[in-house]
């Protein structure tokens, strides 16, 4: 099963705006609005950052939002935090009866 | 507070078997799917394998079809994983996950386990 494609890195400054892309096809991100993000840091489990699409779970921080078109989701970090620097990872409902991660993306905070 | 507790990994001989358990507490284990969720060191996550909240349904990545088997036992909170024939590429970190929401079984994943390292090496 083909992994949904991440850009293998990003990077932005302090306070900045960063988008990861995450594009699957129509048998995943863009038949479904099962699309999760998630966030590890070095040596930690991941942390569930935006479900559905684009709901925040509580606690988590109003800078991350999640969006999606066509076959492309997107996960945006806004005023980037010391702390934001980790890798990202998407995961996507495909038909039929799967779960499909992406590839990852290491965030650089610069 | 919602934990999870991995434990069963170590170093196997290839062609060897393995069962890994994840205990939970803080929720009703029995109203949520599990989810294990694999990841080779320094490489990213991938979806092993899915059981509903009842144990009835099951739902497993194509690359461990035929070679793993995800069980739960709802009396004591407690999900497996049992892996056959296992082979180098089985090498990472398992995690055990909740879903986040009652009845999605395959959707997000709201809490985590620490993770348990499988090694394959002769």
């Known amino acids: 099963q083909s992994a949904l494609t991440q850009p293998a890195s990003v990077s932005g400054s302090l306070g900045q705006s960063i988008t990861i892309s995450c594009t699957g096809t129509?048998?995943?991100?863009?038949?479904?609005?099962?699309v999760s993000w998630y966030q590890q840091h070095p040596g930690k489990a991941p942390k569930l950052m935006i479900y559905d699409v684009s709901n925040r779970p509580s606690g988590v921080s109003n800078r991350f939002s999640g969006s999606k078109s066509g076959n492309t989701a997107s996960l945006t970090i806004s005023g980037l935090q010391a702390e934001d620097e980790a890798d990202y990872y998407c995961l996507s409902y495909r038909t039929y009866n799967i779960l499909v991660f992406g590839g990852g993306t290491r965030l650089t905070v610069l | 507070e919602v934990q999870m507790l991995e434990s069963g990994g170590g170093l196997v001989q290839p062609g060897g078997s393995l069962r890994l358990s994840c205990a939970a507490s803080?929720?009703?284990?029995?109203?949520?799917?599990m989810t294990w969720v694999r990841q080779p060191l320094g490489k990213g996550l991938e979806w092993v394998s899915t059981?509903?909240?009842?144990?009835?349904?099951?739902y497993n990545a194509d690359s461990v079809k035929g070679r793993i088997t995800i069980s739960r036992d709802n009396s004591k909170s407690t999900l497996y994983l049992q892996v056959n024939s296992l082979r180098a590429e089985d090498t990472a970190v398992y995690y055990c996950?909740?879903?986040?929401?009652?009845?999605?079984?395959?959707?997000?994943?709201?809490?985590w386990g620490q993770g348990t390292l499988v090694t394959v090496s002769s």
């Open positions: 803080g929720f009703t284990f029995s109203d949520y799917a």
């Open positions: 996950a909740k879903a986040h929401r009652n009845g999605y079984n395959l959707a997000d994943l709201d809490s």
């Open positions: 059981i509903s909240g009842s144990g009835v349904s099951t």
């Open positions: 129509t048998s995943d991100v863009g038949g479904s609005n099962f």
